[in-house]
T-cell receptor
Framework: KQEVTQIPAALSVPEGENLVLNCSFT??????LQWFRQDPGKGLTSLLL?????REQTSGRLNASLDKSSGRSTLYIAASQPGDSATYLC??????????FGKGNQVVVIP | DAMVIQNPRYQVTQFGKPVTLSCSQT?????MYWYQQKSSQAPKLLFH???????NEADTPDNFQSRRPNTSFCFLDIRSPGLGDAAMYLC?????????????????FGPGTRLTVL
């Protein structure tokens, strides 16, 4: 059974610092990996999608890498801002169209 | 703007009283998903429709049912809610093509419905 782990569960950084969020998964037979943002009590906002054949994706200040063979992905957020405070969820796409999620990294950016 | 809409945003029901949650989308996506997310936990897939084909997860309780009357709408029915069913329910969509019926594309989520069971 696929297990997705995100460490640390929570972190705080001063404004302006770069954020590094880690995601690991146990079964490398994935179709893609998606990073989401979730604000308290809200739904999920898709940030980046990396197909299994890709190594990384970039969007603005966000960059996500994927090392499928080692079961790892990293989300980088450059020059963090207070508005980046949220929970960031990593999810891998398995067979039967199932997204297996991690529990998330809860981020606080301190002004 | 094209989007995924969920109604109501907050739903309160009584123990054992049937409840229906609604999801609609203007993205014209052919795949629709229902996830359950309990507090501080990861979202968990309950089931999904690939076009008209219903795909239930093996561990989804029989208490949970779904209907998709057309491409735009999908409903989640909880026949007899228990206290353990209190959660955020998330609807998502994606557009998929291909004979393998495997989704490679991005999933877009609605804002969720928070269900409280008294």
């Amino acid at each position: 059974k696929q297990e997705v782990t995100q460490i640390p569960a929570a972190l705080s950084v001063p404004e302006g610092e770069n954020l590094v969020l880690n995601c690991s998964f146990t079964d490398s037979a994935i179709y893609n990996l998606q990073w989401f943002r979730q604000d308290p009590g809200k739904g999920l906002t898709s940030l980046l999608l990396i197909q299994s054949s890709q190594r990384e994706q970039t969007s603005g200040r966000l960059n996500a890498s994927l090392d499928k063979s080692s079961g790892r992905s990293t989300l980088y957020i450059a020059a963090s801002q207070p508005g980046d405070s949220a929970t960031y969820l990593c999810a891998v796409k398995e067979g039967n169209n199932r997204l297996a999620f991690g529990k998330g990294n809860q981020v606080v950016v301190i002004p | 703007d094209a989007m995924v809409i969920q109604n109501p945003r907050y739903q309160v029901t009584q123990f054992g009283k049937p409840v229906t949650l609604s999801c609609s989308q203007t993205l014209n996506h052919n795949v629709m998903y229902w996830y359950q997310q309990k507090s501080s936990q990861a979202p968990k897939l309950l089931f999904h429709y690939y076009d008209k084909d219903f795909n239930n997860e093996a561990d989804t309780p029989d208490n949970f049912q779904s209907r998709r009357p057309n491409t735009s709408f999908c409903f989640l029915d909880i026949r007899s809610p228990g206290l353990g069913d209190a959660a955020m329910y998330l609807c998502a969509t994606s557009r998929e093509v291909g004979r393998a019926r495997i989704s490679y594309n991005e999933q877009f989520f609605g804002p969720g419905t928070r269900l409280t069971v008294l």
